[in-house]
């Protein structure tokens, strides 16, 4: 058996509006599907549309009362701000500056994903489990405060319980205890926090007309047409030279 192949998959994909889909191999098509692994996307792909290859290694052991699973992926993501339009006189966009990529080289996010669980049945009644799963979200890019790359959003989970068959199968309970976390995540209040920060002082950050970085200028520029001979105005990197000669 070959198992699903990877054009077939990808129709699905497109057919579902899926824009990220995974072939899963496992069982008698391993042996021909692991041919086609790699840390990439499949060549299939055509985005927005991404295949990647998932393998699941299951095992079976002691008569079947003790099942383990285990899981790994590698995920990519590639980024890259496009470059700030130009405006002819302040009234038309300026086209061919609309398409351009920023300067410097592509963003890069990598990451993997794996879980692993088992689940002990030592009577036919009675199962214990547990799970244990980490993931990564490729995420876009990120600055902090001080205009630092944030790293990539990632999450871990813990599972564990047990599942009781009473009654002749026709009453079952589960009991499951689970924790999750989200690490380095960027939809807290921390960040809308920061956002504010920004907004208060920064022109960039903000639409309005109030940010300290504005309110300075106008008060430099005011001051210099009341009094001051000579005023040179800020640089393009939006910084005022360090001395100036005021009459």
């Known amino acids: ?13 497109q057919g579902e509006d899926l824009k990220i889909g995974a072939n899963l191999t496992w069982g008698l098509g391993f042996d021909f599907q692991k041919q086609f692994f790699t840390e990439k996307e499949d060549d299939v ?18 008569k079947d009362r003790l099942v383990t699973t285990f899981g790994l992926r590698w995920d990519q993501r590639y ?14 966009m300026d086209e061919a500056s609309f398409h ?5 080289d592509w963003l890069v996010g990598t990451g993997k994903t794996t ?16 799970n244990k799963s980490n993931s990564f979200v490729p995420a876009e890019v990120g600055y902090d405060l001080y205009r630092n790359i944030l790293p990539g959003p990632t999450g871990e989970g813990h599972d564990y319980g047990f599942r009781l068959n009473l009654i002749g199968n026709k009453l079952a309970v589960r009991v499951n ?12 209040v921390s960040a809308a926090a920061a956002q504010r920060v920004r907004r208060i002082d920064f022109t960039s950050a903000s639409t309005g007309q109030m940010p300290l970085q504005t309110q300075a200028t106008a008060w430099l520029a005011a001051a210099a ?19 100036w000669v005021c009459r």
Not at 79 to 92: E, K
Not at 118 to 123: C, E, G, Q, T
Not at 177 to 188: D, E, F, L
């Open 1 to 13: 058996m070959h198992g699903v192949l990877a054009a077939d998959m990808v129709r699905h994909c």
């Open 45 to 62: 792909s055509n985005y927005p549309y991404i295949l990647r290859y998932d393998v699941e290694v299951s095992g079976f052991v002691f």
């Open 79 to 92: 980024s890259r701000p496009g470059a700030t339009p130009l405006w002819n006189y302040g009234i038309t």
């Open 100 to 104: 351009r990529w920023n300067d410097g």
């Open 115 to 130: 879980t692993a669980g088992a689940v002990l049945k030592p009577l036919s009644w009675f199962s214990l489990h547990a």
């Open 177 to 188: 205890r689970y924790k999750t976390q989200q690490i380095n995540a960027r939809n807290g």
């Open 225 to 243: 047409q009341a009094g001051a001979s000579r005023l040179p105005m800020p640089s393009s990197n939006n910084k005022w030279p360090t001395s």
